[in-house]
């Protein structure tokens, strides 16, 4: 009986926040990057075709939380669950990510944050030459952030997750990190956020034998406000490459802790400061001139 009273009180909880959430203020989340941020956990070929399913298991440490949204594939609002991308990578089966259990973290660690508007934009199988301006995935990721602006808040990270298409072609691994410093920055200019935060998943995997030299390409970005959290050594599903659940978990903790820990650098200027002269040292200054010309 007590079971089914908790049930009805979360219920009654949930249709009252997605009621009421235009008149609060939303702490927007920007999940963007390709299969391990879009979430693989639990995700495997289960059948004798070969067909890739998920299989439910939804950890608590991700489960539906009252005070979790986010913005679906047709603009709405609505009751973050996993698997939080199954609208978004739409053609790909999809299991657990990071965001989730990212956004239960902090609420779980600073109860007064607020509400939580993910904002998930990860496709599968993307290379970042594909997230570039001008591109569909951009101009996609662009338009779901200005969207979810609209709807009242500020922008507070955008967790990014993305690479091990790129370690397949020695090109592709030379040309990452100017790509990668292009796309950070446009992106920035574009939501008129300058100095948003973004916290990069640094790879546990890849496509190809170039994994090690992504990964340096990502940990020597060397941009204001960005944040490397490193991936290396987490478990791994059969397939080599995606996250399993429980690092999905972990990782969604790791990049918690990331961010609420952070201390966002001020953005570059051309600007030369101020030079401060101390008062005395004007008046000095002055009685100086008045005695050398009495």
Known sequence: MLSLILLALLAHATSISCQNILEQRLNIIILAGQSNMAGRGGVANHSVRGIPTWDGDVPPQCQPNPWIFKLSADMAWVEAREP?????????????????????????????FGLVGLVPCAIGGTNISQWQKGGFLYEQLVKRAQMALRSGGAYKAMLWYQGE???????????????????????????????LPIFQVVLASGQGRYI????????????????????????????????????????????????????????????SPPIFVPYFFIIAQVFWMVISFS
């Open 84 to 112: 939080i991308h199954a609208d978004i990578d739409a053609k790909k089966t999809n299991g657990i990510g990071p965001g989730m259990a990212f956004a239960n973290a902090v609420l779980s660690k600073d109860p007064n």
């Open 165 to 195: 298409t790129d370690t397949i072609y020695k090109q592709d691994v030379e040309l990452y990190q100017g790509r990668l410093k292009r796309f950070f920055n446009d992106l920035r200019s574009d939501l008129q956020a300058p100095r």
């Open 212 to 271: 090690e030299e992504v990964r340096e390409a990502q940990l020597k970005i060397e941009l204001a406000n960005v944040e490397n959290v490193d991936a290396k050594g987490l478990p791994l599903e059969l397939d080599g490459l995606h996250l399993t659940t429980p690092a999905q978990v972990r990782l969604g903790d790791m990049l918690a802790h990331a961010f609420l820990h952070f201390q966002p650098n001020p953005v570059n200027t051309n600007h």
